[in-house]
């Protein structure tokens, strides 16, 4: 079974998942797993969700946790493959996560990403912040420790000294 999974966060991609959802077949949309939805999400998926095919999950800090909170969402419902949807800035990062943690889990995927301001004005995310979070998903693939409890103390401390 296929579905999305949406790494939220803007409406450009909000809106490119829903109608992705609805691609192959008007009448039976894929289901969207939202995961980290920025403000005003639920509107601009509502009509996926009235066909009953959102999971919406706030649960998540990071790249790293969007993935280790919404796997078992994604084993329960039984998807075996995923249409990967971010920011085309965003998108290198996902994906080397996705690889790793998605795979070890027999879940394949593909990335569809999208064209945000970030990409359209030719940002590229710091190439640390790839490595990082290969070595953190590759932690989880072995221990399944996310660290989740340690990226709810520094995620919002570095958000408030930039």
């Known amino acids: ?37 920025g403000a005003g999400a639920e509107e601009r998926l509502a009509k996926v969700q009235a066909a009953g095919q959102l999971v919406l999950s706030h649960r998540a800090v990071d790249t790293v946790t969007n993935f280790s909170t919404m796997i078992p969402d994604l084993q329960n419902a039984g998807v075996t493959h995923v249409l990967l949807v971010t920011s085309a800035y965003h998108m290198p990062r996902a994906a080397a996560i996705a690889e790793i943690m998605l795979r070890s889990c027999k879940i ?35 221990t399944g420790w996310d660290f989740l409890w340690l990226a709810r103390i520094l995620v919002p401390a570095a958000r408030c000294c930039r």
């Open 108 to 142: 394949t995927f593909e990335a569809w990403p999208v064209e945000c301001a970030s990409s359209r004005a030719g940002k590229r995310e710091p190439t640390w912040k790839t490595y990082r979070d290969v070595l953190r998903a590759r932690i989880w693939s072995i």
């Open 1 to 37: 079974m296929s579905a999305i999974l949406l790494l939220g966060g803007d409406q450009e991609r909000d809106s490119f998942a829903a109608n992705l959802a609805y691609q192959q077949c008007a009448e039976c949309p894929l289901t969207v797993f939202a995961s980290s939805p």
